[in-house]
């Protein structure tokens, strides 16, 4: 039986020769979530405010690939508990692929989702990646870095959705209430705005047809929009309009691609931006 499109590994969370290392990671969600973080570290999490935050991790934020990501885990000895090494640096965006490929490896459809949760900074929606994988009756969206700790308000293993918008639903509510478009972004880097959710908007459709990019990937319509613009070119609005619509009518229980973004073209060169400068990155295809 062919597995359904979100269950079959993509370019990104392939685990090539780390498939018995990523099988290391347990079955159930909270296993996976403490496995995961416990060689994994994001630049301002708890952690890093402790133990700080080194230049060789900040250069583990431009893997791209599950396999670069253990591969790093492999040869610093995390996963055998090295506690001297330095854990690899990561992004809301690596956690989840981690865990999205030990999902899809057993079988499971899983996905990222590219949204804003209202959890990590107070008043602001901040810039946030989960992993979306199905229990066999419905989606449901866990925050891994959360899932790994104790003492959360609400269950990290499914996030409430009014806790956390897709870019899709981030750009209906922004069009409803414009006043709060600011409070969208990353709070600490003094980014948001329309600008920014638009961004999200492509790298939300990206992850929903398999290609698992970083936060600080643009091309196309995104790569032309500037953080100090106030408005949206007309066409540029009326396109992500389109797109968002398109979102809405996704067929997320299918075994293939999903159709109504099936003709959106993904990119095979982004613009981006891992240490704040911009980068011109190809990407893999095949």
């Known amino acids: 039986m062919r597995k359904s499109f979100y269950a079959?590994?993509?370019?990104?969370?392939?685990?090539g020769?780390?498939?018995?290392?990523?099988?290391?990671?347990?079955?159930?969600p909270k296993s996976i979530a403490r496995w995961i973080s416990s060689f994994m570290q994001?630049?301002?999490?708890?952690?890093?405010?402790?133990?700080?935050?080194?230049?060789?991790?900040?250069?583990?934020?431009e893997l791209r690939s599950l396999a670069e990501l253990l591969s790093v885990?492999?040869?610093?000895?995390?996963?055998?508990?090295?506690?001297?090494?330095?854990?690899?640096?990561?992004?809301?965006?690596?956690?989840?692929?981690?865990?999205?490929?030990?999902?899809?490896?057993?079988?499971?459809?899983?996905?990222?989702?590219?949204?804003?949760?209202?959890?990590?900074?107070?008043?602001?929606?901040?810039?946030?990646?989960?992993?979306?994988?199905?229990?066999?009756?419905?989606?449901?969206r866990l925050d891994v870095e959360f899932a790994a700790i104790e003492g959360v308000s609400f269950d990290p293993l499914d996030v409430?959705?009014?806790?956390?918008?897709?870019?899709?639903?981030?750009?209906?509510?922004?069009?409803?209430?414009?006043?709060?478009a600011s409070r969208f972004g990353v709070s600490s880097l003094d980014l948001g705005g329309e600008w920014f959710v638009a961004g999200s908007l492509l790298q939300e459709i990206a992850a929903l047809r398999k290609l698992e990019l970083k936060p600080w990937d643009y091309w196309g319509l995104s790569k032309d929009l500037s953080p100090v613009s106030t408005e949206l070119p007309h066409q540029a609005r009326a396109t992500l309009d389109h797109l968002v619509s398109r979102l809405r009518t996704v067929t997320i229980d299918g075994e293939d691609e999903p159709e109504t973004l099936a003709d959106w073209p993904l990119p095979e060169e982004v613009i981006s931006f891992p240490q704040g400068e911009a980068v011109a990155v190809v990407l893999r295809n095949s």
Not at 9 to 14: C, G
């Open 8 to 15: 079959s590994q993509s370019i990104y969370s392939e685990p």
């Open 17 to 28: 020769p780390y498939r018995e290392t990523l099988m290391r990671g347990g079955v159930e």
């Open 42 to 61: 994001h630049p301002r999490g708890a952690e890093s405010e402790e133990r700080g935050f080194t230049p060789e991790q900040a250069a583990d934020l």
């Open 73 to 140: 885990a492999v040869k610093r000895n995390l996963l055998e508990g090295d506690s001297a090494q330095h854990k690899v640096g990561g992004v809301c965006r690596d956690f989840a692929i981690l865990a999205v490929s030990r999902f899809r490896e057993r079988g499971t459809p899983a996905r990222l989702r590219v949204g804003f949760a209202d959890y990590l900074v107070p008043g602001h929606w901040e810039d946030h990646w989960l992993c979306e994988w199905h229990d066999g009756v419905r989606w449901k």
């Open 160 to 180: 409430p959705r009014e806790r956390f918008l897709t870019a899709g639903e981030a750009w209906f509510r922004i069009k409803d209430e414009p006043e709060i």
